[in-house]
């Protein structure tokens, strides 16, 4: 049985922690060639389910040292019918990865329970298209219907809750609460934006969120932002609005780089993980009701680490 879904804890106070940049990690720093940045795929290897694990642990630990809650975001960015598809997956296959994937966070999670800290888990749901450059946008319609397959899954497992990353565009956001709410699941969405703080489609974040919220009843549980530098968008959360309040997560990247540039990079950017701590303290300063706190593209423990010594007071 799902612990936190008739309520999430994440959106009372306090601050919970997230990983980081899951995909760059196991390709930069453990070697892994992950095809069309398919995380989900390493669930075929035992080996590879292993330091899976081991990264997950290691994020919970940071929590764990901090006092902070922590929520484990599943490896299935990648895992849904059209990618799957393209890497060979069956239907069957496919969901058989999205439980699979769910299981091992909810074993990881009962390992840590003497911690006394919750810990949320978390089905991620990543685009239908490319993360950087929308191109055949969807109807709201149309993205409900492709989407429901993953949430779908996620709804008879132990998750808590789906979260939607890298997300380009509303319609695809608004199709995606509309599958959760008829799931039963909440739902956060995580948008990403381009250096000058606007959705790769155009669109502002408040728009955005204005245009989401409209149709399904404040529908998302919060909202994010992720795969984009604090620089990039740091002054559009300052700009003012009642809009950010609905905003309480962050899961930026390590680099300035933009989208176009960090598609043509062949080697990784890890900026400096001090200044990016630095960087989330200044935000959470202006904006309080930013609560969950963690990592994209490039960042990775040490990022993770530096965030929690930022923005974690003790006591």
């Given amino acids: 049985m799902a612990r936190y879904r008739a309520g999430l804890p994440q959106v009372d106070d306090g601050v919970f922690l997230t990983d980081s940049g899951i995909e760059t990690v196991l390709i930069f720093h453990h070697g892994y060639e992950l095809p069309d940045f398919a995380a989900f795929v390493l669930l075929d290897d035992e080996a590879a389910v292993e330091t899976l694990r081991s990264y997950y642990r290691a994020h919970a630990a940071i929590a764990r040292d901090a006092g902070t809650g922590f929520i484990f975001e599943s490896p299935t960015w990648r895992a849904s019918p059209d990618w799957a598809a393209r890497l060979g997956y069956t239907d069957e296959a496919l969901a058989a990865a999205n439980r699979k994937a769910i299981d091992m966070l909810v074993e990881i999670r009962s390992e840590l329970d003497g911690a006394g800290l919750p810990m949320v888990v978390s089905g991620c749901v990543g685009p239908r298209g490319d993360g950087y450059r929308p191109s055949a946008l969807m109807t709201a319609d149309e993205a409900q219907s492709y989407h429901s397959t993953q949430i779908g899954t996620f709804a008879a497992t132990e998750a808590d809750m789906v979260t939607a990353i890298t997300i380009t565009y509303p319609d695809e956001a608004l199709g995606i609460v509309r599958a959760a709410q008829h799931a039963g699941m909440p739902a956060a969405i995580s948008f990403t934006v381009e250096t000058d703080g606007v959705l790769p489609d155009g669109s502002s974040l408040e728009h955005a969120i204005a245009v989401v919220d409209h149709a399904t009843g404040a529908g998302p549980a919060y909202y994010m932002v992720n795969c984009a530098h604090p620089t990039h968008f740091d002054h559009v959360l300052e700009s003012g609005g009642q809009w950010r309040d609905r905003i309480r997560g962050i899961r930026a990247n390590a680099s300035r780089m933009s989208h176009a540039e960090l598609d043509e990079a062949d080697e990784l950017d890890d900026g400096d993980p001090r200044e ?9 300063a202006s904006l309080p009701a930013i609560s969950v706190l963690g990592g994209c593209c ?8 530096q965030i929690a010594a930022a923005c974690v007071r003790p006591g």
Avoid: A, I
């Fill in 276 to 284: 990016l701590g630095q960087q989330y303290e200044q935000l959470r």
């Fill in 298 to 305: 490039g960042t990775d423990l040490r990022h993770v680490e």
